[in-house]
């Protein structure tokens, strides 16, 4: 079969998967959307897409308060698709199914280019069965989107690297800064990334470094281009040139409260509320009130009140966002999927338990029958991903450019560390494309080995049939 051929295959795979989902959770029904869609972050970003159709505001409602915990592309995908189809949040769905598989083809395409089709094959395959990009897929979350311009800005980084002349170098490498920009838009934990690309441009041309320096001085001043408009936003609104204030929120509710949880004992709830008191408390005591200061303001306390923390229990802290971004790639998300196929599954909250023996246990008591089908039926994905991946790190660098494996490598372990102590399933999605080269070149290693092992024991068979022959001949 071609290649061609073999690619259209795994795009329709791709998007059926995704399709199917889709029409099982149903969610153009108003049930579904009211009950099982439109909450918590997805009824955040529904709001803020009406508004700016309603105003032109970026806030939660026509006379409320700017936002500046959410960056600004996401709400806008979603409301131009209100603005052509109607206020129906599955209009959008759809949209990001189309995006998903298309960026399901460009990763494909970038790794065709880097580490032959095989790679690029097996890795897109892979991609197009994963069972958390299927399911996010179907939820007005911002992570599909997020997951397309990493992708784009990685092909682009790709095609730029390996251009055959230094014009569409530039032009590619400067195009790579346009879209992580805009992936940066879409959820600020891309900002940091620039640094890799940045790092990468310049290593990657170190035999002519002046050159090197100015295509990495193009994308890096394209990259803050595509940020300046909201930074100026929010500049004049704020009176802060900074993107958002998730930082410091995550830092805070995100990292500092399961470490808290397990000193205090307490709910996830109850110590974001106690938190929360105690930056006020801090506020108080400078002669301020959260209402008199800037989302920004209020930020920088929560930053003080997080750092605080992490200070004082060092060694807690990491301990507890190392064991986040175990139960981060463990996490099955079987309350994700239950909750969107309305499924009787139990919740678990995974901060809650230190220990992964007690973890697993809990889980088995929990989940009940759903869950545990439907753990079944991803676990072993899981289990295969990340075993050719861990194979792939060791037999990777002696087949492949070490350039662009040190370019994945390096984006996989930054999306990781970004994961945090949260311990979502959905926080590892950026990270996904970027591991699976690993997990195609460890399993084709693997499967490569396996033929040899074959081919060499039919080899000595046929060998000792022949020597059998030759000893009956001399008997004879």
């Keep these: 079969m071609s290649f061609e ?171 790579s800064g346009l879209l992580l920009g805009l992936a940066t838009l879409v959820r600020p934990i891309a900002e940091f990334a620039a640094a890799i690309f940045v790092a990468f441009i310049i290593f990657k041309h170190w035999r002519h470094l002046k050159r090197g320096v100015a295509y990495a001085a193009v994308a890096l001043a394209v990259f803050a281009l595509t940020l300046a408009p909201w930074l100026v936003r929010n500049g004049s609104v704020f009176g802060a040139y900074s993107l958002s204030t998730s930082g410091p929120y995550n830092l805070l509710i995100l990292n500092v409260v399961p470490m808290e949880m397990t000193e205090r004992g307490q709910s996830a709830g109850e110590v974001r509320a106690a938190l929360m008191a105690e930056a006020g408390e801090m506020m108080a005591r400078d002669g301020l009130q959260p209402g008199d200061l800037t989302p920004f303001e209020q930020a920088g306390y929560w930053q003080k009140l997080a750092l605080r923390y992490v200070r004082a229990k060092p060694l807690q802290f990491g301990q507890t966002y190392l064991l986040g971004i175990l139960h981060t790639f463990a996490n099955l998300d079987t309350s994700g999927y239950a909750q969107m196929l309305r499924l009787p599954v139990g919740r678990l909250d995974i901060k809650a338990y230190t220990n992964l023996l007690d973890l697993a246990k809990a889980f088995l008591q929990q989940k009940g029958a759903a869950g545990l089908l439907i753990a079944v039926l991803i676990a ?29 490598l390096l984006i996989t372990l930054y999306f990781v560390a970004a994961t945090g102590a949260g311990g979502l399933a959905r926080f590892k999605l950026p990270a996904i494309p970027f591991y699976l080269p690993f997990t195609a070149i460890g399993l084709l290693w693997l499967r490569d080995r396996a033929e040899l092992s074959h081919h060499r024991g039919h080899r000595e068979h046929r060998g000792s049939n022949i020597n059998h022959q030759d000893t009956k001949t001399q008997s004879i």
Excluded: N
Excluded at 383 to 392: I, K, Q, R
């Design 5 to 175: 051929a073999k690619t259209a295959i795994i795009l329709l795979v791709c998007l059926a998967l995704r399709l199917l989902f889709f029409a099982l959770v149903q969610p153009w029904t108003p049930l579904v959307e009211e009950q099982i869609l439109l909450q918590r972050d997805a009824l955040g970003y529904h709001q803020l897409a009406s508004t700016l159709l309603d105003s032109g505001r970026f806030a939660y409602t026509p006379t409320g308060e700017p936002e500046a915990l959410r960056t600004p592309l996401y709400p806008m995908f979603v409301a131009g698709t209100y603005a052509v189809f109607g206020r129906e949040p599955w209009v959008a769905l759809l949209f990001q199914i189309v995006l998903d598989a298309l960026a399901c083809f460009l990763l494909l395409k970038a790794l065709a280019r880097l580490f032959g089709d095989r790679v690029a094959i097996l890795a897109s395959l892979f991609y197009a069965l994963d069972p958390f990009l299927i399911l996010y897929c179907s939820t007005l979350l911002s992570d599909t989107l997020f997951v397309f311009f990493v992708v784009a800005a990685f092909l682009a980084l790709s095609g730029a690297a390996t251009a055959e002349s230094p014009r569409k170098s530039a032009m590619g490498y400067g195009a």
């Design 380 to 408: 072993p994905y899981l289990l295969s991903t990340y075993l050719g991946a861990a194979v792939g790190l060791f037999a990777a660098w002696k087949r492949h450019d070490r350039w662009f494996l040190t370019l994945c």
